[in-house]
């Protein structure tokens, strides 16, 4: 990748053999790591959680949280290198930082004025930069505290607070995450104005492949502490020559539903466990003996010994006719509250037997509070909740053991869900042991085996599992209650993208295999052509548009719908092989 | 934030007429016969019904309580059944005294615990930090009277005669006689807070709002006063105050131990004494101390808190 006209320009960011170890294990988890990023231009950093990505973007800046420090390699921008005692000048005037979370970056207890102020730049410059990010620049907006701005807002405070001293490199850090699409849609705009603007090298770090085809210039691909793909973004996107981007691409929801999802086996190492050889190759679908004993080098922007021998391929998606069914579930004119506060208001919907209905909407727009008053989880609620024809007691409390075995709940972050002290089998026949009665032989086994866990985990404990596997314990419990209606609140957002489309796979094929009825709620319209039949649009409550999926994502009628097509970045290949 | 204020003061108000009644049935339900106690074995029955009728001691409990609430209302608790003298004039030098030395100690400690906890968390895991951590723990595991004998051995009667072991004065206390009750209460009172500080520093210190100001460039003096210590005053500031309300009933000890004129050593003679008026106008005293405090300690955590700040005003 080291071009002549590379080497020789001496603006922008070279990085050479980073390498950022674990204290006291000595296990690199970024392991010499080469990049170039040119004034003006957005590297995409992409990896799952685990590579060591975030640990890079921080070592740009020469810093290294508690328990890991620099092993090797150099930082240099525009020739001075990142090193000493010079650092911390460096920072926020030569490189800068945009948090992930700014709602926990922003000190709590300062107003927005002084932590704008000390980033360098006088009173004027501070009004002129938060009219770049388009925010108010009034002396009420600068004596707020964090607290009092919304999450977008927060987010461009601290794209201000970066741009302040106009840095020449900006390390952004998964920075919406977290955000709706249509605030992240605009944060992007702004994060592609202000590095024109400044020409101002940016490295951007996500796991989200749509983000990236939309905004950045070039591409690394990070897996296990290592870069194991580099290049331009289009040709990264249009012929991945590692299998591990090709899969990760192949895993990408896809908003226009012509391609399926595909999930990778397995998840990534850890920085100890790291296997001798290329880190990917236990997962890897064209793994040969010699991947297992060599760690492959960088060539031509891929470390690989089969560069090039996987594509990407579509695998075309078939779209099932929705035929008829009669309704396993029903709500009617179902009114829920928090305290004086009404969160929903006179939701009707129904859901077919044997089919998946998606709940689609964004934060606050009481989706999850629909699928828990539909639990008996939040019995403030008016409105009826009718399952099989038989009206359900608001409180899961009040509902008959059988009426309770009937739904099944899977919560949204397997890392709470799942009680730290059980093992895996205790976990799974928890609930079965009081909705069934008698817990028949092998029911362990085979709910494991349903989701597609081997029997051999039941005996560990959650924290010695992967987030996939947590969750498919988290599955693998509610179908041991042998439901007939599987509520699943947001089950793959605290998942990475790969792990996702495995979960999905996973629960799509549950509902054709053994006719289970599914309520998906996601914020993730993408996700709900993949998964769903029906979908039900939620707004601040109520249901704005309803009907089967090809029919609503090809014509969205309400301009909320609408604006959640626009606003989803769009990850469409096609785009990229013309 | 002004209603929040006033409403902890009448729940404070609430709570000292609670602890009013429990003084008062607790003093009541004292085995034994005042007058007895302070007529003595000598007394003629005449004698001691004359005296129960004087102290209203044959009244129902009732109207004893009320008599005894007005006049506390009124500043005015009865008379000593000792000496005679009306309890408020007895008592308030006494609490002058007292308050002089719970406040040296308050002063001297809360700072200083604060900065050691805070210099402590920003050694973390060196020497500097484990030597604290041995240190505090030892002196928090130690009653204060034996804090309080080893300073006497040390400074007072052993090689270095520096200071007197005990008061003999007659109520006039001068800079000397407070020191060493002073530190006794200091090292009583500070350990809790150093590792409280220390404690809530850390986690503040790998807040990503303290990362995201070193990114910023920084000076690391301006990240731990500006950004951190602000962040870890609010928590801290209900173990100082637990820790300084603890010093309004801690005096007991350490004023008994040194002889220190105040409502401490007053309280343990009247108790001796069955000096009921002075034992219950005591009492009361050192509750109202230890729910002013509370209550300063709430008022600071609400101001530290801009969240509370912002939305009640």
Same mark, same amino acid.
């Given at each position: 990748m080291t071009t002549p006209e590379r080497t020789e320009v001496l603006t922008g960011v070279r990085v050479r053999g980073l390498t950022v170890a674990g204290v006291p294990s000595g296990a690199p988890i970024v392991d010499s790591v080469d990049l170039d990023v040119r004034p003006g231009e957005i590297l995409g950093l992409v990896g799952e959680s685990g590579s060591g990505k975030t640990t890079l973007g921080l070592a740009l800046l020469a810093y290294y949280k508690r328990g890991t420090q620099l092993a090797g390699g150099s930082v240099a921008i525009n020739g001075v290198d990142l090193a000493g005692a010079a650092v911390r000048r460096m920072r926020g005037d030569a490189v800068a930082y945009i948090p992930q979370s700014p709602a926990s970056a922003l000190n709590p207890a300062l107003r927005i004025r002084t932590q704008l102020g000390e980033c360098g730049g006088d009173d004027a410059r501070v009004r002129e930069v938060l009219r770049e990010v388009a925010l108010p620049d009034t002396d009420v907006f600068l004596r707020r505290y964090p607290h009092q701005l919304s999450g977008g807002q927060q987010q461009r405070v601290a794209i201000a607070m970066a741009f302040l001293g106009r840095p020449d490199l900006i390390v952004l850090d998964e920075p919406t995450t977290g955000l709706d699409v249509t605030t992240q849609k605009h944060v992007l705009e702004t994060v592609r104005k202000m590095c024109a603007t400044y020409s101002c090298a940016a490295v951007y770090i996500t796991?989200?492949? $749509?983000?990236? $085809?939309?905004?950045?210039?070039?591409?690394a691909v990070m897996y296990s502490g290592r870069v194991v793909e580099t290049g331009p973004a289009r040709t990264v996107l249009r012929s991945p020559q590692h299998p591990y981007t090709a899969r990760l691409l192949m895993a990408v929801p896809d908003l226009d539903g012509r391609r399926e999802i595909r999930g990778i086996p397995g998840h990534a190492p850890s920085p100890v466990r790291r296997p001798a050889g290329c880190a990917f190759a236990p997962r890897c679908p064209l793994v040969v003996d010699r991947c297992r004993d060599e760690v492959p080098a960088l060539e031509d922007g891929v470390r690989c010994f089969r560069a090039g021998v996987s594509r990407f391929e579509v695998v075309e998606r078939v779209e099932v006719p929705v035929v008829s069914a009669d309704a396993a579930l029903e709500v009617r004119g179902l009114s829920a509250w928090y305290g004086s506060h009404q969160v929903l208001e006179d939701i009707s919907l129904s859901v077919p037997r044997g089919q998946c209905v998606a709940l689609l909407g964004e934060s606050g727009s009481g989706k999850t509070t629909l699928a828990r008053a539909i639990a008996g989880l939040h019995p403030r609620h008016g409105g009826e909740v009718v399952l099989g024809g038989e009206s359900l007691p608001p409180s899961g409390l009040r509902r008959t053991p059988l009426q309770r075995r009937r739904i099944q709940y899977v919560f949204q972050n397997p890392?709470?869900?799942?009680?730290?002290?059980?093992?895996?089998?205790?976990?799974?026949? !928890? +609930? *079965?042991?009081?909705?069934?009665?008698?817990? +028949? %032989?092998?029911?362990?086994?085979? !709910?494991?085996?349903? *989701?597609?866990?081997? +029997?051999?985990?039941?005996?560990?404990? +959650?924290?010695?599992l992967s987030g996939g596997e947590r969750q498919r314990v988290a599955i693998a419990r509610a179908l041991a209650a042998q439901p007939e209606v599987l509520v699943c609140d947001e089950v793959t957002s605290a998942l990475d993208v790969s792990v996702q489309a495995a979960i999905v796979e996973l629960i799509a094929g549950l509902r054709e295999r053994k006719g289970l009825t599914l309520l998906f709620v996601t914020h993730d319209i993408a996700l709900v052509r993949t998964v769903a039949q029906h979908v039900a649009v939620l707004e601040h409550g109520r249901i704005v548009e309803r009907g089967p999926v090809a029919e609503v994502l090809a014509a969205p009628e309400h301009p909320y719908t609408q604006a959640l097509m626009a606003d989803t970045p769009r990850f469409d290949t096609s785009r990229f092989s013309q | 934030m002004v209603r929040l204020a006033v409403k902890r003061l009448v729940f404070g108000a609430l709570i000292l007429w609670a602890v009013s009644v429990v003084v008062f049935l607790a003093t009541a339900a004292l085995p034994g016969d005042t007058a007895q106690a302070i007529l003595g074995r000598e007394a003629t029955p005449e004698r001691l019904a004359a005296l129960r009728l004087e102290l209203h001691l044959d009244d129902p409990l009732v109207s004893q309580y009320f008599s005894w609430l007005g006049g506390l209302l009124t500043f005015d608790p009865g008379r000593s059944l000792v000496n005679g003298l009306p309890v408020a004039e007895f008592v308030g030098p006494r609490i002058v005294n007292s308050l002089v030395l719970m406040l040296t100690a308050a002063v001297v400690s809360t700072p200083l615990a604060m900065f050691l906890g805070t210099w402590s968390a920003v050694r973390r895991d060196r020497a500097a930090d484990h030597v604290t951590a041995v240190v505090t723990l030892v002196l928090a595991a130690l009653p204060e009277f034996v804090v309080g004998i080893t300073l006497v051995i040390v400074f007072a009667t052993g090689p270095l005669r520096l200071l007197p072991a005990v008061y003999v004065g007659t109520g006039q206390v001068t800079f000397v006689d407070l020191v060493l009750p002073a530190l006794t209460l200091v090292l009583a009172v500070g350990p809790y807070i150093v590792r409280m500080m220390r404690a809530t520093m850390i986690e503040v210190l790998e807040s990503e709002y303290v990362q995201q100001a070193r990114l910023k460039g920084l000076p690391e003096r301006t990240v731990l006063l500006r950004h951190a210590v602000p962040n870890a005053v609010g928590p801290v500031a209900q173990v100082v105050a637990l820790q300084l309300a603890w010093l309004a009933g801690g005096v007991v000890v350490v004023e008994f131990l040194f002889r220190y004129p105040g409502i401490g050593? !007053?309280?343990?003679? !009247?108790?001796?004494?069955? %000096?009921?008026?002075?034992?219950? *106008?005591? $009492?009361?005293?050192?509750? $109202?101390?230890y729910i002013v405090v509370n209550l300063l300690a709430d008022l600071v955590s609400l101001v530290a808190n801009p969240r509370v700040r912002t939305a009640i005003r």
């Open positions: 796991h989200d492949m $749509a983000v990236v $085809a939309e905004l950045t210039d070039r591409i890392y709470e869900s799942l009680n730290p002290r059980k093992t895996v089998r205790e976990l799974v026949l !928890a +609930p *079965a042991r009081v909705l069934l009665g008698k817990v +028949p %032989d092998g029911l362990v086994e085979d !709910a494991l085996s349903q *989701a597609a866990l081997s +029997p051999e985990l039941a005996s560990r404990y +959650p924290d010695q | 050593y !007053a309280l343990v003679d !009247a108790v001796n004494n069955r %000096d009921l008026p002075v034992v219950q *106008a005591l $009492a009361l005293l050192i509750a $109202a101390l």
